[in-house]
T-cell receptor, first 116, second 115 residues
């Protein structure tokens, strides 16, 4: 049982390059999230999805796009990377059923992205 | 909108001493509150959660937190610190105003434990 798997774990990009981070979960969770973690800022929500085919903006969505074509996968794309997007990115998922507010998020191990 | 504030970005204790990490929340509805821990170069792990049952919540590794509505607080404590407790700790509230009920995190508190 792998839980939440993020690929790649590390990536270095040049300004203007594009890339996609992949998040895969094997727990049949409905809700999935992308956060970014920066020193002194905690975790901030980029985008989220409440089911296959749906996406919504979080607190800091600018410069990112997402897709949820399959229930188990949630992709985060950077079309034109900027140094301000240097961060550690975390994917998380939760059941999303019933009393959703009480559902615990399961996090991936993170993807460290550096934009030069 | 819900929010959480963690007081103190860095807390240092000696091994065996009391650990107290502070968290205050702002919520217009009865909140669901969480404490997560992050060890170096790892993802976040759930320590404990409050979901309106008992106000004193016990978590893993000897941690507990008490929900105090009058003080809008959810402080995390452990009676005796261990070296292995050194990590970053995040308080979070569930955003029930959004369909996705995402977690809103505080900025984190780094706990250092010295021998």
């Amino acid at each position: 049982n792998a839980g939440v798997t993020q690929t790649p774990k590390f990536r270095v990009l040049k300004t203007g390059q594009s890339m996609t981070l992949l998040c895969a979960q094997d727990m049949n969770h409905e809700y999935m999230y992308w956060y970014r973690q920066d020193p002194g800022m905690g975790l901030r929500l980029i985008h989220y999805s409440v089911g296959e085919g749906t996406t919504a903006k979080g607190e800091v969505p600018d410069g990112y796009n997402v897709s949820r074509l399959k229930k188990q996968n949630f992709l985060l794309g950077l079309e034109s990377a900027a140094p301000s997007q240097t961060s550690v990115y975390f994917c998380a998922s939760t059941l999303g059923q019933g009393n959703s507010g009480a559902n615990v998020l399961t996090f991936g191990a993170g993807s460290r992205l550096t934009v030069l | 909108a819900q929010s959480v504030t963690q007081l103190g970005s860095h807390v240092s204790v000696s091994e065996g001493a009391l650990v107290l990490l502070r968290c205050n929340y702002s919520s217009s509805v009865p909140p669901y509150l969480f404490w997560y821990v992050q060890y170096p170069n790892q993802g976040l792990q759930l320590l404990l959660k409050y979901t309106s049952a008992a106000t004193l919540v016990k978590g893993i590794n000897g941690f507990e937190a008490e929900f105090k509505k009058s003080e809008t607080s959810f402080h995390l404590t452990k009676p005796s610190a261990h070296m292995s407790d050194a990590a970053e700790y995040f308080c979070a509230v569930s955003d029930q105003e959004e369909a996705g009920t995402a977690l809103i995190f505080g900025k984190g508190t780094t706990l250092s434990v010295s021998s």
